[in-house]
T-cell receptor, first 114, second 115 residues
Framework: EPEVTQTPSHQVTQMGQEVILRCVPI?????FYWYRQILGQKVEFLVS????????KSEIFDDQFSVERPDGSNFTLKIRSTKLEDSAMYFC????????????FGPGTRLLVL | AQSVTQPDIHITVSEGASLELRCNYS??????LFWYVQSPGQGLQLLLK??????LVQGIKGFEAEFKRSQSSFNLRKPSVHWSDAAEYFC?????????????FGQGTTLQVKP
């Protein structure tokens, strides 16, 4: 069964460093998402991406964040200058279409900023 | 603003017992409704979803959920819990008429199953 994959599974970085989280969505999907979950808190929407552009972003998704689909398979989330409060589990998801369709989630990347 | 509340942070049930996980939402209209499950080290897996029609929806692994518009609820049920059901369960809503498909999640309920 097709699945969304994410790398790395864990990442530790120093505050102020740039990190890139990688995701490979399901191959025929067209809509891509990033969510995050700070420990003990809700899963929060960060950004949705379609047709090589952001379709919606949350208040969390400030100028420090960017997303890219550099080739036909990868979908990346970059945090330019990490802060302590960026420590969280980051989930990538994809869906064939958008509204109401099932989003398939990856296993997540746990980011720890020291 | 849309919101989802899962009142129970942690629930423990005995294996074979019935289960009900509560979910309430706040939304201007009827949203799309989802239940996801997350086992340790795994991603979020869809259990079931409600779009329209029959308010009782069946999902995988023997789960079902009932949409009650009057109570703004979408509670998840299972008649007999198995030890493998121990996991974290998330209720989520999606906008109707939105153009991005973003999901808004509840806090999650951790289910522990006693032998």
């Amino acid at each position: 069964e097709p699945e969304v994959t994410q790398t790395p599974s864990h990442q530790v970085t120093q505050m102020g460093q740039e990190v890139i989280l990688r995701c490979v969505p399901i191959s025929n999907h067209l809509y891509f998402y990033w969510y995050r979950q700070i420990l003990g808190q809700k899963v929060e929407f960060l950004v949705s991406f379609y047709n090589n552009e952001i379709s919606e972003k949350s208040e969390i998704f400030d100028d420090q964040f960017s997303v890219e689909r550099p080739d036909g398979s990868n979908f990346t989330l970059k945090i330019r200058s990490t802060k302590l409060e960026d420590s969280a589990m980051y989930f990538c998801a994809s869906s064939e279409t958008r509204v109401g369709e099932t989003q398939y989630f990856g296993p997540g990347t746990r980011l720890l900023v020291l | 603003a849309q919101s989802v509340t899962q009142p129970d942070i942690h629930i423990t049930v005995s294996e074979g017992a019935s289960l009900e996980l509560r979910c309430n939402y706040s939304y201007g209209a009827t949203p799309y409704l989802f239940w996801y499950v997350q086992s340790p080290g795994q991603g979020l897996q869809l259990l079931l979803k409600y779009f329209s029609g029959d308010t009782l929806v069946q999902g995988i692994k023997g789960f079902e959920a009932e949409f009650k518009r009057s109570q703004s609820s979408f509670n998840l049920r299972k008649p007999s819990v198995h030890w493998s059901d121990a996991a974290e369960y998330f209720c989520a809503v999606g906008e109707r008429g939105g153009n991005t498909g973003k999901l808004i999640f509840g806090q999650g309920t951790t289910l522990q199953v006693k032998p």
